[in-house]
């Protein structure tokens, strides 16, 4: 916060503001956090701390040594607060625990699962945005189960889902009991093609390159997007299609980050991806 603009609760960082920490402090301490590790640890609730030598390198982060250090630092404030403050932490403590259990207990929790237009678990990673109407949205990502969930004094929430397969679609949701409640996603039958296009062990690449053609339009906008904020490149249908139908090592390591189609076109005139 120091070197750049952030929202001082850690949960409402959005995906620019992550990118921004991730490279402040590769400046300080030559190493980073990848963006998952930040969700997992940072906007989600979890029982247990991450590695110690995650632990390690957010401590030097911040001045410490290590995790080592940055420990006894803080036992050591604590245990000298305890000696000579005991009877007022005790009065400030109590209404505060208080206030917290009764907090707590007015918290509702929504929980979510997706499934498929068969029925079938979505464990395939998805974007989520709470919605909060004059707030700024909360952004979110499922589990490795295809679920996730929130905490929130309201008995409403709406959210939108989003991913690279599947139809980004607007969820409303009224508390009604506890457990997860499945939401069924339609699939994004074009994403689905072209993912089989790029990953199918494919023999014929004349009949292969065909079927790409056939699939996408003359005039599509096609981005490329690299790695670290790198930047964009724009290829055209061939440019693309060669990509595709070229048998390389980075072929099956494409990964389609978005589409569009046009209904009357019956083809897609929008395509984004990255290679990993």
């Avoid at 932490?89 to 237009?117: G, H, K, Y």
């Avoid at 790029?198 to 599509?220: C, F, M, P």
């Avoid at 930047?231 to 693309?240: A, H, Q």
């Avoid at 099956?252 to 978005?258: A, W």
């Amino acid at each position: 916060m120091e070197n750049h603009s952030a929202p001082s609760d850690v949960k409402e960082w959005n995906g620019d503001t992550i990118t921004s920490f991730q490279e402040d402090m590769f400046q300080s301490v030559k190493g980073k956090v990848s963006e998952k590790w930040f969700y997992t640890y940072f906007k989600n609730e979890t029982s247990k701390l991450p590695r110690v030598d995650m632990l390690n390198l957010l401590s030097s982060y911040i001045g410490f040594e290590n995790w080592h250090a940055f420990k006894a630092a803080h036992v050591s404030e604590e245990k000298k607060l305890k000696q000579t403050k005991k009877l007022s932490w005790l009065i400030i403590f109590i209404p505060i625990a208080i206030v917290f259990i009764v907090t707590m207990n007015s918290q509702n929790e929504f929980r979510f699962c997706f499934n498929d237009d068969l029925n079938s678990t979505i464990v395939n990673q998805m974007d989520i945005k709470v919605l909060l109407g004059n707030q700024s949205p909360l952004y979110f990502k499922t589990d490795s189960l295809g679920c996730f969930k929130y905490e929130t004094k309201s008995d409403k929430i709406t959210f939108v889902v989003s991913s690279p397969y599947y139809k980004t679609d607007t969820i409303v949701r009224s508390l009604e009991k506890s457990g997860y409640h499945s939401i069924k996603l339609k699939s994004d039958d074009y994403a689905f093609i072209l993912k089989y296009y790029t990953s199918g062990n494919v023999k014929d690449w004349k009949k292969h390159r065909q079927k790409i053609e056939n699939l996408i339009y003359d005039n599509a906008k096609i981005y490329r997007h690299y790695h670290n904020n790198m930047g964009t490149e724009i290829y055209s249908k061939d440019e693309f299609v060669r990509l595709l139908t070229i048998p390389t090592s980075s072929l099956k390591r494409i990964k389609i980050l978005d589409n569009q189609y046009d209904n009357n076109l019956d083809k897609i005139t929008h395509l984004e991806f990255t290679i990993n």
